[in-house]
């Protein structure tokens, strides 16, 4: 409701006027609005009358008791606040093994995560021991047979020459390729 | 309440005696009983500790402790309605239950003698005519006379607009002209009917 819309006729559209009057009696309306309200009060001695009313209605609510509260119920309170906080901290407190047991379950997965991930990409770097094991694998099932062939001196130190001839002259057949075994010595 | 949030024992006492009055006179008018008023500002003393790590810097505390104390209130007295719906004998012959309606009907009626109101019963007559209010009328009343509430601070209390707090005291205030009229203007005592917008 505007200001402009203000009934002079007190009964007329009460609600909306009353909400005026009672905003303008606590101070709740702009300027301009509490200054409309101003003039048609000055003109309307039944809006004076009302607004009167309304003021001296709120102005006996000054008669209500306002009881204090004794010692007796701050100590209460403060009792009751203290119980609460007993219990908060049993709480706590009760939580407390069960909080420490899921770090530490968890601590330790993360270690075994560690570990594996660090054993996964230690294998990754280092490459498969036994891959050079498997790739000397004609000359170890043959050793024997070549020492058998292997001068005096070639026994007691077996030459890398002698068994890259050996190789190249296709003694080993096509497992092994040449170029390949070159950790058999 | 920051030093309460950072469970300082010296700051919650310090708060409880700030407040206590204030809260339990709110809460009296409100339930129209000191004991139960009592009960109440301990239970919302309790919200408010349990609640305290929630509490955000800059939000006005009187106006959190207030909303608080508006959801306690309101709760205990809706229980306290449903109970009197389930027992409604339990009001029959408890002489300190007095239904302000039939008390403020009693006062006017032809056995009471018309004549001048002494201040204590002066103070009677305001008391009865704020309990025939509705509750949310008698809240926001209450809030705005005695804590001095603008409409913005009593809409956050109560969750309501400003817009709906302006209607609801109008509509209060209405009622309050309504029922203390007949004393105002002729020192009896009022004269009451139902209050169909008691809310």
Same mark, same amino acid.
């Given at each position: 409701?505007?200001?402009?819309?203000?009934?002079?006729?007190?009964?007329?559209?009460?609600?909306?006027?009353? @909400? #005026?009057?009672? !905003?303008?009696?606590?101070?709740?309306?702009?300027?301009?609005?509490?200054?409309?309200?101003?003039?048609?009060?000055?003109?309307?001695?039944r809006l004076r009358e009302r607004l009167g009313e309304? $003021? &001296?209605?709120?102005?006996?609510?000054? #008669?209500?008791?306002?009881?204090?509260?004794?010692?007796?119920?701050?100590?209460?309170?403060?009792?009751?606040? !203290?119980?609460?906080? @007993? @219990? %908060?901290?049993? #709480?706590?407190e009760a939580q407390l093994p069960r909080l420490r &047991? &899921?770090?530490?379950?968890?601590? !330790?997965?993360?270690?075994?995560?560690?570990?594996?991930?660090?054993?996964?990409?230690?294998?990754?770097? &280092?490459?498969?021991?036994?891959?050079?094991?498997?790739?000397?694998?004609?000359?170890?099932?043959?050793?024997?047979?070549?020492?058998?062939?292997? $001068?005096?001196?070639?026994?007691? @130190?077996?030459?890398?020459? =002698?068994?890259?001839?050996?190789? *190249? %002259?296709?003694? =080993?057949?096509?497992?092994? *390729?040449?170029?390949?075994?070159?950790?058999a010595s | 309440m920051l030093q309460v949030r950072d469970?300082?024992?010296?700051?919650?006492?310090?708060? +409880?005696?700030?407040?206590?009055?204030?809260?339990?006179?709110?809460?009296?008018?409100?339930?129209?009983?000191?004991?139960?008023?009592?009960?109440?500002?301990?239970?919302?003393?309790?919200?408010?500790?349990?609640?305290? /790590?929630?509490?955000?810097?800059?939000? /006005?505390?009187?106006?959190?402790?207030?909303?608080?104390?508006?959801?306690?209130?309101?709760?205990?007295?809706?229980?306290?309605?449903?109970?009197?719906?389930?027992?409604?004998?339990?009001?029959?012959?408890?002489?300190?239950?007095?239904?302000?309606?039939?008390?403020?009907?009693?006062?006017?009626?032809?056995?009471?003698?018309?004549?001048?109101?002494?201040?204590?019963?002066?103070?009677?007559? +305001?008391?009865?005519?704020?309990?025939?209010?509705?509750?949310?009328?008698?809240?926001?009343?209450?809030?705005? /006379?005695?804590?001095?509430?603008?409409?913005?601070?009593?809409?956050?209390?109560?969750?309501?607009?400003?817009?709906?707090?302006?209607?609801?005291?109008?509509?209060?205030?209405?009622?309050?002209?309504?029922?203390?009229?007949?004393?105002?203007?002729?020192?009896?005592?009022? +004269?009451?009917? /139902?209050?169909?917008?008691?809310?």
């Amino acid at each position: 409701m505007t200001p402009d819309s203000l009934q002079p006729d007190p009964t007329a559209d009460a609600a909306p006027l009353d @909400e #005026q009057l009672v !905003a303008y009696l606590d101070g709740e309306l702009d300027a301009d609005t509490a200054r409309r309200i101003e003039t048609l009060a000055a003109d309307d001695p039944r809006l004076r009358e009302r607004l009167g009313e309304l $003021g &001296r209605a709120w102005e006996l609510l000054d #008669q209500l008791d306002r009881p204090e509260t004794a010692g007796a119920f701050t100590e209460t309170t403060l009792e009751l606040v !203290a119980v609460q906080a @007993e @219990e %908060e901290a049993r #709480q706590r407190e009760a939580q407390l093994p069960r909080l420490r &047991r &899921r770090r530490l379950a968890m601590a !330790a997965g993360g270690l075994l995560a560690c570990v594996a991930v660090g054993f996964l990409g230690g294998s990754l770097l &280092r490459g498969d021991p036994n891959r050079a094991l498997l790739d000397d694998l004609p000359v170890i099932e043959n050793v024997d047979e070549y020492l058998q062939v292997l $001068g005096e001196d070639d026994r007691v @130190e077996p030459s890398l020459d =002698f068994l890259r001839r050996l190789d *190249q %002259e296709g003694v =080993f057949g096509d497992e092994s *390729q040449p170029g390949e075994g070159k950790n058999a010595s | 309440m920051l030093q309460v949030r950072d469970d300082s024992a010296a700051a919650f006492e310090e708060l +409880v005696l700030r407040y206590q009055d204030r809260l339990v006179a709110l809460l009296t008018h409100l339930s129209g009983s000191r004991d139960q008023a009592e009960d109440l500002a301990q239970e919302v003393f309790l919200r408010v500790y349990r609640a305290r /790590k929630s509490y955000v810097p800059g939000a /006005k505390f009187s106006t959190w402790l207030f909303t608080i104390a508006n959801n306690a209130a309101s709760n205990a007295l809706r229980t306290l309605a449903r109970r009197h719906e389930v027992r409604p004998e339990a009001r029959t012959g408890d002489s300190t239950v007095v239904n302000p309606m039939d008390h403020l009907a009693q006062a006017s009626s032809s056995q009471m003698p018309v004549r001048r109101l002494a201040k204590a019963e002066t103070r009677e007559i +305001v008391r009865l005519a704020v309990e025939s209010l509705g509750e949310r009328q008698r809240m926001a009343v209450l809030l705005s /006379k005695f804590e001095g509430m603008c409409y913005a601070e009593i809409a956050e209390v109560m969750e309501l607009s400003p817009q709906a707090i302006k209607s609801l005291l109008a509509r209060a205030r209405g009622n309050l002209r309504e029922v203390l009229a007949p004393y105002m203007e002729r020192g009896e005592a009022p +004269v009451v009917g /139902k209050n169909e917008n008691g809310e």
